[in-house]
């Protein structure tokens, strides 16, 4: 249920940008069509490109914003989860919960 | 001449039907709903869109590319294989949902209140191994605070021996535990570095179960400005188990999907899930109609997201472990095209 969900209306999550759209919704109770534009403005893209895996893939990688892992590709030098959360706190201008926690765990 | 178009019942089973009869069926899921819940008809071409929809003989359907909406879901941290993090990793690399949702076999907030540090341990390495967010969901579950389970009184033995004002005051002490129970836990895994709070199936148990949750919802607002709090609800009726509970001068029984969107994002929540139980004895036409026409209300009023429930056996969903891939697709673009909703 879940992939079909996915195949017929879902951004793709971390495939495209579905996950930065889903960051504004739950943290600041954005409506879908500001945080699509947040996003893509943060981006520097249009918002139907938020859900092209193609073009997001790509973009994930300069940006070191974290994507999915393809087995036949080597990503040794993207980032961890925790240096694109740092990479996407930076992008949306909110500081991400998970993030907090590491900080207070390092004492700063 | 037309021919037969194959479409599921609200169970998942095939029928097939002409493309005049899925019609009728639209017809009468939108009747149905404002018949019994006095809401507004969809209009011509929104259901000359869904019968498009219906009739299609394409296996899978989608929505216009450019239109995908964010999806959010419960219980993705139940593995099929493997522990919780590696369910949850999964689902981000292979489902690619927008966010995923920790969360424990047994879905209930008293239920987890006792293993609470361990559930922040694996949302701790939830949060060093995934990039998008991970929320932590459970029900309010008010009922598991009732005899034999809970300390006070079982108001669903009560009503019936017409010991009204017993079942009142038993509800009213339980929704002050559970309250204390959903504060404890969201705040130990906010502190775990949660990205989010789910309080799902928000009034399962009636109105006192969705007032807990509304009053949970409201404390931890006060508490955490920056806390994400995600409020799904039960069903498209609040039952009235209580019948006298209030929420900022508003009833909460019999509340429909708009008014519980009100009473939901006046608490302080960031994003909303209406839901609308699936009849399995009508189609999966009838049922998402019927399930669109009872939530197109809150799309005006909403001031937050609205995330509509659409898993097993809501939301037009069929009530099937194996939802068939034709009836979902077909449920999720009708959802999306005609409300344009936020998310699923």
């Known amino acids: 249920m879940s992939i079909a969900h996915t195949c017929a209306a879902g951004m793709g999550g971390l495939r495209a940008a579905g996950d930065l759209v889903a960051r504004l919704q739950m943290a600041k109770g954005m409506r879908l069509a500001e945080a699509k534009q947040a996003v893509a403005d943060a981006l520097g893209v249009g918002v139907r490109d938020l859900s092209d895996n193609q073009a997001m893939h790509e973009l994930r990688g300069e940006r070191r914003l974290g994507r999915i892992y393809e087995a036949e590709v080597s990503y040794f030098r993207d980032p961890s989860p925790l240096e694109a959360k740092l990479n996407i706190e930076k992008l949306l201008g909110l500081e991400l919960n998970g993030v907090r926690a590491l900080r207070e765990r390092l004492g700063g | 001449m037309a021919s037969r178009v194959v479409t599921r019942m609200g169970d998942g089973s095939l029928v097939e039907l002409m493309p005049a009869e899925i019609r009728a069926e639209l017809e009468a899921g939108v009747e149905a709903a404002v018949t019994r819940f006095k809401v507004e008809p969809l209009a011509g071409d929104e259901l000359d869109h869904l019968a498009d929809i219906f009739t299609s003989p394409a296996r899978f359907v989608s929505v216009a590319v450019g239109d995908e909406v964010v999806l959010s879901q419960d219980g993705t941290g139940q593995p099929q294989q493997g522990g919780s993090v590696q369910a949850l990793y999964e689902t981000e690399q292979l489902i690619c949902q927008d966010t995923v949702e920790l969360s424990n076999l047994d879905y209930s907030y008293p239920a987890v209140k006792t293993i609470a540090p361990y559930e922040q341990q694996t949302m701790k390495e939830a949060q060093e191994r995934l990039t998008i967010p991970v929320h932590y969901g459970a029900q309010p579950d008010l009922g598991r605070y009732s005899r034999p389970d809970g300390p006070v009184g079982n108001w669903s033995e009560l009503l019936p021996q017409m010991r009204i004002d017993e079942a009142r005051a038993a509800q009213e002490e339980a929704v002050e535990l559970a309250v204390a129970d959903m504060v404890h836990v969201a705040e130990a895994l906010w502190e775990a570095g949660a990205d989010g709070i789910d309080f799902d199936t928000a009034g399962a148990a009636g109105d006192a179960d969705l007032l807990a949750a509304l009053r949970a919802v409201e404390h931890l607002r006060r508490r955490h400005p ?119």
């Open chain 2, 226 to 344: 920056d806390m994400g709090i995600m409020v799904g609800m039960a069903s498209e009726v609040v039952l009235g188990t209580h019948g006298r509970l209030e929420h900022g001068g508003v009833r909460l029984a019999g509340l429909k999907p708009e008014g519980q969107l009100r009473v939901v994002q006046a608490a302080g929540a960031t994003i909303f899930g209406p839901a609308v139980t699936v009849n399995t004895g009508k189609t999966v036409a009838w049922n998402t109609a019927r399930a669109i026409t009872l939530c197109k209300p809150c799309m005006a009023a909403a001031e937050i997201p609205v995330h509509m429930n659409v898993g097993m056996g809501v939301g037009g969903v069929p009530m099937s472990a194996f939802a068939p891939v034709d009836a979902v697709s077909r449920v999720s673009r009708a959802c999306v095209d005609v409300l344009r909703l936020d998310g699923l």
